[in-house]
C-alpha cells in the first residue's frame, strides 16, 4: 500500500480547502500574485436569460508576449477559485493548488506561457475575500437585495463565456490550452467545442465529457441538505439565519466522497469500529465523524448555501458542446485534447474521460488518455498531477 | 459492456426493495414458506444493557433431520429481512431475495439443508407486516412507550446472540453453514468468531472482516439527513410527525450508493444532462432525483427513522470477534470461509473482503476468496450469486 509522508497529515485540512501538497521553493514559484477583477454589463445566460453586471475575480502568471498568443487558461474545480499558483503575500502559508505544475520551468512553464485563471460564476464562496464571483449571493441591482434564486441557472457554458469575455478584454484571441481538474476538466473541454477556432490544447484532469444520470443522483446528494435545511427557505435566507447544518452536511459529503478510502483511512486512522462512546451512546459519534464534521464546518467560513446548489446544478447540466449528444457536441472541436483521469477516482470514475476519449478518436480527432495513480481517489487530480509532468510538457509543446 | 436482459427494467422498484431477480419455476421453489416468530427474555447486549424481551421473526426452508446437523442459516443484508427464498402465499409477485440459490437442486439444496433466517434487532422496516423485530419503535414495557433512544446500542454481536437463542430453542448445537450478503456478512463472520465450535463454514458476501474509518464515515451519511430533520426530534417523534424527509433522504442515497454506475446508467436512462426544465428553474429536478426520491419515498412505506440510526451504528461498530484488531477478532474461528466480495462494489469495496481474507490465511486458517461480477455494484451479492452456484455448491458439500 502507498505510504504518505509524515508531513501531509498535520496540514490535511488546508489540503482539503484546496491548497497543494507540494510546497514549491521561492525560486521555482511563479512569486507574488496580485488577484484582479473583471467586470462586464448585461450578461446573456446560456438559458436566455440576462445578468446586469458579472463579475469575477483572476490572476495570471508569467508575461503576456507582444502576439499574445502563448496563453494557458487554467479553469477551476467545485471548491476552487483562481488560485492555482503562487503566493498573494510571502506569508501565505501554501501556494494555489496546482503550484507543483505551473511555474518557471515546470510542467505549465511560466518562462513560456501566459497563464491565467479566474473565479466562476456562483463560485462556492462569494463570502472568501480573495474571490469575487457573481451568483445568488450577490446584490441584484433590480431590487437592491441578493438575487437569491431569481439568479439565472447558469451552466458550464456560461462560465466559458465569462472567461471568453475576460479575454476578449486582454485582447487574446487564442488559447495556446485550456487545462482544468473535475469541474474545470469541463469548462476545458466546452471551451474547445464552443470556441474551436481558439482554443489549439485541451487538458482534461479527472474529467468527463458529459454528466451521466449516476453523476446527476450523485451531484444530488449534496444539495439535498441544503434543501431540507428550514433556514433555506427557499433560498431566501439572506436577512436571517444562513442554512449552515445543511452546508455543512453538503460539504462533508464534498470531502468524504473525493477521497478514496486508501488516503481517508490514513488520515482518518485515530478512528475505528472499536471506539466505546459510540457503542453506550447512540447520539455520540465516531471520532471520524466528529473530525469530518469539524472539517465541514471549516469549509462552511466563506460558502454560501444558495452558491452551492447553483453549482451542483451547472455540474448536472454538462454535455461538452451542449448538442443533441456528446459526438455532436465534440465534433466541433479542433483542439488536440489530453485526458488525465484519476484511476481510483470514485466521483468521475475513469469510465466518463474514455467515453468522451473514444468518441473524440471515432469523430477522428486527436485524443490521448493516461490514468493518474495515487492515493487519493479523485483529489489525485489536484495533489498528484506532477507524476504527469513531462507529459504535460510534452503535450503543451507539442504543434 | 454487460447488457441486461429487457425484463429487468420494469420491475425496479420491486428489486430495489429486496426481491430477487431471477423468478424461479414452481418446482424449483421451497414452496410456500410460513413466516414464525421467537422471542426471548432478558436479552443481555454486547454493551452490557437489557431489552425485557426480544422478538424476531425467522422463517426456514428444508427439513431439519434427526441429528440436527443440517442446518445453513442465513444472515440478511441492511435492507433485508428473513424472507431469503420461497413465497408467503402464491400470489406473491416475488419470491426471497436468494431464491436463485435456495431451493432443491440449487446452490443451497434444501433437499439436503434445512436452512433457516430471521428478522435482526433494530430491522429497517418495524413496520412491515411481514417483518417482526425488536427496536426502537418497540414498546418499552417499562414505560408503555416506544422505546426510541431508551433502546440500547446493539451490536452485530447482539444479532448473532439473538439468533443463537433461536437455534438453541431448536435445539440445534452445529450450523453447516452461516452464509449473509453484506450486513449478512458481517454476522456469518462474527457467528465463526464468537462460536467457534457451532459454525463449520462461512460465506461472506459482499463483505468485511471490521469496518474502516471510510466506511463509518460513508454510513454515516445515511444518519445524518435523519438527525438534522427537526422532526426527528432526539429520536423522540412516536407521538407526532415522524422525519420523514429524512429518511426519505437516506433511503435515497442507500438506494444509489448500493449501485454501480452501469446498471443505475440504464436504469434511469430516460434522464440526462439535456433536460430543460432544471435548465431553466433551479427548483425543478432532473428525472433521475424525481424518479429515485419516488424510489427513496415507497422504501419509507415500512420503515422507521431510529431502526435506520440503530443499523447504522450496529455497522459502524463492526469488526469480528469483537476483539482488540481484526486478526485477534478472527484467531478462534475454526470454519472455512469463502469470501465472494463484488468486482465492481462501492459501497463495500473487494479490499475489505481481501484484508479479513489475508488475515484468515496469515491465521493459518482455511480461506478462499472470488469475486462476482455484473453491473450492479453492491447489489451483485444480492442479484448475481447465482453464477457461483457451483462454487457454492462445492464449498458446502466440501469435508
Known amino acids: 500500500m502507498f505510504k504518505l509522508k509524515k508531513f501531509v497529515i498535520p496540514t490535511m485540512f488546508a489540503l482539503l480547502q484546496g491548497a ?47 502576439a499574445k498568443d502563448n496563453v494557458i487558461l487554467i479553469t477551476h474545480f467545485f471548491s476552487g477559485n483562481s488560485h492555482a499558483a503562487g503566493r498573494y503575500a510571502s506569508s501565505d502559508a501554501l501556494p494555489g493548488y496546482w503550484d ?60 466559458v463565456n465569462v472567461q471568453k469575455a475576460l479575454l ?31 482554443v489549439e490544447r485541451v487538458i482534461s484532469v479527472i474529467g468527463a465529457g458529459a454528466v451521466d444520470p449516476w453523476t446527476i443522483a450523485s451531484l444530488q446528494q449534496w444539495a439535498n441538505p441544503i434543501i431540507a435545511d428550514p433556514n433555506w427557505n427557499q433560498g431566501n435566507y439572506y436577512s436571517g439565519e444562513a442554512p449552515t447544518s445543511g452546508l455543512r452536511q453538503a460539504l462533508g459529503m464534498v470531502t468524504l466522497q473525493a ?62 458542446g451542449f448538442a443533441e449528444n456528446l459526438a455532436a457536441g465534440l465534433s466541433p472541436i479542433r483542439a488536440k485534447t489530453l485526458f488525465l483521469p484519476s484511476a481510483n477516482d470514485l466521483l468521475l470514475q475513469p469510465y466518463l474521460a474514455q467515453e468522451a476519449h473514444r468518441t473524440l478518436q471515432e469523430l477522428g480527432k486527436e485524443s490521448y488518455y493516461e490514468e493518474i495513480e495515487g492515493p487519493w481517489g479523485h483529489l489525485n487530480g489536484v495533489y498528484m498531477l506532477e507524476q504527469k509532468s513531462a507529459l504535460i510538457e510534452e503535450f503543451l509543446s507539442s504543434q
Open 20 to 66: 497543494c501538497l507540494s510546497s514549491s521553493q521561492a525560486q521555482d514559484s511563479v512569486g507574488l500574485v496580485e488577484k484582479q477583477v473583471f467586470s462586464t454589463p448585461n450578461f446573456a445566460t446560456y438559458n436566455g436569460q440576462q445578468i446586469a453586471e458579472v463579475k469575477v475575480g483572476w490572476e495570471a502568471y508569467g508575461e503576456l508576449n507582444a
Open 168 to 198: 476578449d478584454s486582454l485582447g487574446i484571441e487564442k488559447l495556446h490550452a485550456v487545462v482544468g481538474a473535475s469541474m474545470g476538466s469541463l469548462q476545458a473541454l466546452d471551451w474547445a467545442a464552443a470556441y474551436p477556432d481558439f
Open 259 to 320: 477521497m478514496h478510502p486508501q488516503i481517508f483511512n490514513q488520515v482518518y486512522a485515530s478512528s475505528s469500529a472499536r471506539e466505546t462512546a459510540p457503542l453506550h451512546d447512540i447520539r455520540e459519534n465516531f471520532t471520524v465523524v466528529n473530525l469530518l464534521n469539524t472539517a465541514a464546518e471549516a469549509r462552511t467560513t466563506f460558502a454560501d448555501a444558495n452558491h452551492l446548489l447553483y453549482l451542483v446544478r451547472a455540474n448536472q447540466l454538462f454535455m461538452a
Open 100 to 159: 507543483a505544475i505551473i511555474g518557471p520551468g515546470k510542467a505549465i512553464d511560466t518562462d513560456t506561457y501566459y497563464v491565467i485563471s479566474s473565479d466562476t460564476l456562483v463560485n462556492q464562496e462569494p463570502y472568501n475575500p480573495l474571490v469575487t464571483t457573481t451568483g445568488p449571493a450577490t446584490i441584484n441591482p433590480a431590487t437592491g437585495s441578493p438575487y437569491a434564486l431569481d439568479f439565472p441557472v447558469v451552466t458550464i457554458r456560461d462560465f
